[in-house]
């Protein structure tokens, strides 16, 4: 059974055309399922792990970024945590044309386009983010002045202003060389640009930012506090891709 | 190999860039090519190629594959095959390597040593001929 969580922002009546077409799309393919809708309910880590408890199969966020960093957790959480976790996809239906940068670097097209990619069910394993109890799929940044990161066996120092970017999933690369991230290689990027247009960058599992009064932001969607400890869930969500993903 | 002409092409093949704006404290290790534009202070190693960039400091004994150097080293290097010291490298502490290019205007404050392994497998080389002689003296007997 599939599952549907859509978002708050939905609820808009600029958004209806575009959710009617969704629905009888997902029909005509013999997907429908169950609609939950973020507006409606209180705690959504319960209502997405009551789901999976009761059979659901797959989990499917319609919304945007900031709808799959609050869909995914509760399914990774799941994984992570169960005694016997049951195995459980997720996919993203993205809407809107913005915001959606997690669905493009999955290969997922917009809207009615994404029922056909959820047909195919083309699955990878990807990795998770982790930063301190939170998880996120793409990226985390902050300011880069005054930052110290602790690394195994040494640290790295950023005086200059700018950004430091912890990245698991990107389309594409703005980073030197034009490296893409591999979001199934069990690392996660730094990559440290300063208004000087200087740029570092390194791969690793695991490491702490220190940062006096320097907020994170993950996924573009949550704010935290440093020190923070950063890591990965390796495979940590199993999900349906498109053929046009940045990865292998 | 990690040559001068493939200079632009360096940060395609880094697994890790140090940008000049950043300081590095402690023993970095590495398996993959590094590139280091910034300060660092500890101990830098890579089982690949080392690339020090002209406004680079590195405090710090080094271990390489092949290492194109640029900066300031202050430090023992120890390079498994080739080095190349541009114009604007400068050495304070001892080098061993197996081949060597030095641009003019480098500054070396240490010892040149050419790496050891390679002396004794010359050495073997030259002594082939000899065995096979004295084979060829204890046929002919």
């Known amino acids: 059974m599939n599952v549907y969580i859509y978002d708050d922002f939905l609820n808009k009546s600029k958004y209806n055309r575009t959710i009617n077409r969704l629905e009888i799309k997902l029909t005509d393919l013999g997907l429908n399922g169950k609609i939950i809708r973020l507006g409606a309910i209180k705690n959504i880590h319960d209502a997405i792990e009551s789901e999976i408890k009761n059979g659901a199969k797959t989990i499917v966020a319609v919304g945007n970024n900031e709808t799959v960093f609050k869909t995914a957790a509760a399914v990774i959480e799941h994984q992570a945590l169960s005694f016997v976790p049951q195995k459980t996809l997720f996919f993203i239906i993205p809407i809107g044309k913005n915001d959606n940068s997690i669905a493009d670097a999955l290969g997922i097209k917009r809207e009615v386009e994404a029922c056909n990619t959820l047909l195919a069910r083309r699955i990878k394993k990807i990795d998770i983010g982790v930063a301190g109890h939170n998880y996120f799929i793409e990226k985390a940044e902050m300011p880069s002045e005054n930052a110290i990161l602790e690394i195994d066996g040494y640290h790295l120092e950023v005086k200059e202003k700018g950004v430091i970017s912890i990245i698991n999933l990107a389309k594409k690369s703005n980073i030197i060389g034009e490296k893409i991230p591999k979001p199934n290689d069990g690392k996660l990027d730094i990559h440290i640009k300063t208004r000087d247009k200087e740029e570092s960058f390194i791969s690793v599992k695991s490491f702490k930012i220190i940062s006096k009064g320097q907020a994170l932001f993950l996924d573009d969607s949550v704010e935290i506090k440093t020190p923070i400890e950063f890591g990965v869930i390796p495979g940590g969500l199993e999900i349906v891709v498109g053929k046009e993903r940045s990865f292998e | ?141």
């Open chain 2, 1 to 141: 190999m990690f040559n001068k002409e493939n200079r632009t092409e360096k940060f395609k093949d880094a697994e890790t860039i140090i940008g000049g704006s950043i300081k590095v404290k402690g023993n970095f290790h590495g398996q993959g090519n590094i590139v280091i534009e910034g300060c660092l202070e500890g101990s830098l190693k890579t089982n690949a190629n080392l690339f020090i960039g002209e406004k680079a400091k590195i405090v710090a004994n080094i271990e390489a594959q092949d290492a194109i150097i640029n900066g300031e080293v202050y430090g023992q290097i120890k390079i498994k095959k080739y080095l190349s010291l541009g114009a604007s490298a400068k050495i304070f502490g001892d080098i061993q390597y197996e081949e060597i290019s030095v641009e003019k205007g480098a500054i070396i404050n240490g010892q040149l040593i050419v790496k050891q392994e390679n002396e004794a497998s010359k050495r073997k080389e030259h002594s082939k001929p000899e065995e096979e002689q004295e084979e060829l003296i204890e046929e002919k007997e």
